[in-house]
């Protein structure tokens, strides 16, 4: 990338010498990426679908401390935070700032209207009025949709092949993030057509699980759908403990709660979506503009099952599912 100290350059010492110059100016480079995050985990670089961004980006030749400066904020669950998260990160003249989460992503489109944006996991861009459209998005974000309206409806037949007799399933989810409302609405659309009735449990922030853990206590859920989003995503443990303790069979939209001991997920493989995040680090670090890059929606799925926690819960997993499923963990 040339800016204008080096094209005037160019055009003083002539046009075969400024190729080189740019060159030069290029190779000692160092640029910033900011990232907008959910949480940083209970252990530091134990995010796969991050270290998977990382990696992706080591591999287009983006080095730490090299090429390479990264800048990390988590709003570790609260969403109130990403503003003053996102002004952070921009006051730090980011070159790129990348945006885990639909709010994360509006954050930063407040932020600034300059600095590119990728987003790496946004429920519906354009009805959250971030883009204008997701073959040209437009202004100063681009990235991966997880617009795909079909997952309500697996998530739920998953539910009933497991659960053949189900009549009644919760749906615990953040009503103050719009993609979460697109998810929701979804699911309500796919339910009639499956035999079920939803019991909608909103939470907002972290210090509304214990009171909607009270009240699903009391009223037990035949069975729950969590959707995956900035505030349960970061109490995605919490969550699965209840689940297990209360002997409530759940499904969810992101492999991170099986991993934590959760008992099935299906949705978008997160690794995959924050590896082609770097390659819309990397175009734009090259000169391309987010506007003119199309937004991406998922392509792959996958189903991971957990059979020591359906032995706890005392369900027997369909042998087919097992065999559908892209992971088992034993």
């Known amino acids: 990338m ?18 080189l110059a740019a060159e030069a100016q290029q190779a000692g480079k160092v640029w910033r990426i900011g990232f907008l ?53 921009v006051s730090l003249k980011v070159d790129v700032l990348v945006a885990e989460s ?17 987003m790496v996991s946004v429920g519906d861009p354009v009805g959250a009025k971030l883009i204008d459209s997701l073959a040209r998005p437009g202004g100063n974000i681009t990235g991966l949709s997880l617009l795909a309206p079909e997952l309500a409806a697996k998530r739920l037949d998953l539910l009933k092949q497991t659960l053949p007799k189900i009549s009644r399933v919760a749906v615990l989810w953040n009503s103050a993030n719009e993609g979460m409302r697109l998810r929701f609405r979804e699911t309500q659309i796919a339910a009639p057509v499956l035999g079920v009735t939803l019991q909608s449990v909103t939470v907002q922030s972290p210090d509304d699980f214990n009171t909607v853990f009270a009240a699903m206590t009391r009223d037990r859920p035949e069975s729950l759908l969590v959707l995956a989003d900035t505030v349960t995503v970061a109490n995605s443990r919490r969550t699965v403990e209840f689940a297990t303790r209360n002997r409530v069979p ?39 503009k987010p506007g003119d890059l199309p937004v991406e929606q998922p392509s792959k799925f996958e189903l991971v099952i957990n059979p020591k926690t359906a ?5 027997t997993i369909p042998p087919a599912l097992l065999l559908r499923a892209d992971q088992v963990l034993e």
């Open 2 to 19: 040339m800016n204008r100290r080096t094209f005037l350059c160019g055009l003083t010492l002539g046009t075969l010498s400024a190729p």
């Open 250 to 288: 759940a499904i969810y939209e992101w492999r991170g709660f099986v991993d934590a001991g959760g008992l099935m997920s299906y949705g978008v493989d997160f690794s995959e979506h924050f590896r082609r995040a770097a390659y819309f680090v990397d175009k734009i670090l090259k000169g391309a």
């Open 102 to 118: 639909t709010p994360a992503a509006i954050a930063a489109k407040q932020a600034s209207s300059t600095v590119p944006i990728v």
């Open 37 to 89: 995050g959910v949480t940083s985990g209970p252990v530091p670089g134990s995010d796969p679908s991050l270290n998977a961004f990382l990696r992706r980006l080591r591999d287009l030749g983006y080095i730490e401390g090299k090429n390479i400066a990264l800048e990390f904020r988590y709003s570790e669950g609260r969403t109130e935070r990403y503003p003053v998260l996102a002004a952070e990160l």
């Open 311 to 315: 032995r706890a819960l005392g369900l």
